[in-house]
């Protein structure tokens, strides 16, 4: 009977280390009683020691890591940035889906795109500022919303669009700056998209 912890080939009931007819189980498999050869470790799990008797000895990829097939005797590598493992026994890392992304390798979540800042697509290492004429106020956003009519913003990764003051108006979306009333038009309040005219017997001189 060929004990736990070896093999035996070639019919033999000892591993007759040295001799060509089995041996001491080696790394990265486990050797049950009576094995004619090693079983080896499923991919997710490693295995860093000789004479493993059974698969309890295989153990689970650490978080962060991966070990991509079978028979390892230590993970294949840490997750690459732009991935994660945030499980134990893994055989891959899973990509960080659009709205967020990892810049460290090993890493174990992906974090979300700060308000201001977007990202839509997988596998990233960063986010992107929102352009100007547009903004987003939450987290974890595959694209910026347009400023409204009404408002713009002048700047890049903006949380809120600023509104038109008084006197000024704007009618499209996504845009950078407000425009003057004409003369003979007005706007009394902030963030209008349009100028109203002026009524019988009154006006404007300026813009």
Do not use: H, W
């Given at each position: 009977?060929?004990?736990?912890?070896?093999?035996?080939?070639?019919?033999?009931?000892?591993?007759?280390?040295?001799?060509?007819?089995?041996?001491?189980?080696?790394?990265?498999?486990?050797?049950?009683?009576?094995?004619?050869?090693?079983?080896?470790?499923?991919?997710?799990?490693?295995?860093?020691?000789?004479?493993?008797?059974?698969?309890?000895?295989?153990?689970?990829?650490?978080?962060?890591?991966?070990?991509?097939?079978?028979?390892?005797?230590?993970?294949?590598?840490?997750?690459?940035?732009?991935?994660?493992?945030?499980?134990?026994?893994?055989?891959?890392?899973?990509?960080?889906?659009?709205?967020?992304?990892?810049?460290?390798?090993?890493a174990t979540e992906c974090l979300l795109c700060a308000p201001g800042y977007?990202?839509?697509?997988?596998?990233?290492?960063?986010?992107?500022?929102?352009?100007?004429?547009?903004?987003?106020?939450?987290?974890?956003?595959?694209?910026?919303?347009?400023?409204?009519?009404?408002?713009?913003?002048?700047?890049?990764?903006?949380?809120?669009?600023?509104l038109c003051e008084r006197g000024y108006y704007q009618d499209a979306m996504n845009t950078t700056a407000c425009l003057a009333c004409a003369p003979?038009?007005?706007?009394?309040?902030?963030?209008?998209?349009?100028?109203?005219?002026?009524?019988?017997?009154?006006?404007?001189?300026?813009?």
């Amino acid at each position: 009977m060929c004990q736990a912890g070896y093999y035996c080939t070639s019919g033999a009931s000892d591993p007759a280390v040295g001799i060509g007819i089995g041996g001491l189980c080696p790394i990265g498999a486990y050797c049950p009683a009576n094995s004619t050869s090693p079983s080896l470790c499923p991919a997710g799990t490693y295995q860093p020691s000789t004479g493993a008797t059974n698969l309890s000895y295989c153990l689970p990829c650490p978080v962060g890591m991966y070990c991509a097939e079978s028979g390892l005797a230590a993970p294949t590598a840490l997750c690459a940035a732009g991935a994660y493992a945030n499980e134990t026994g893994k055989s891959q890392c899973a990509v960080c889906e659009g709205g967020s992304f990892s810049n460290t390798t090993g890493a174990t979540e992906c974090l979300l795109c700060a308000p201001g800042y977007y990202q839509p697509g997988s596998n990233t290492t960063a986010c992107m500022a929102c352009a100007v004429g547009s903004f987003v106020n939450s987290t974890g956003n595959r694209a910026c919303d347009f400023c409204g009519p009404g408002s713009f913003t002048n700047a890049t990764a903006q949380t809120v669009c600023q509104l038109c003051e008084r006197g000024y108006y704007q009618d499209a979306m996504n845009t950078t700056a407000c425009l003057a009333c004409a003369p003979g038009a007005f706007t009394n309040s902030t963030g209008s998209s349009r100028c109203a005219l002026c009524s019988s017997g009154s006006y404007t001189n300026a813009t």
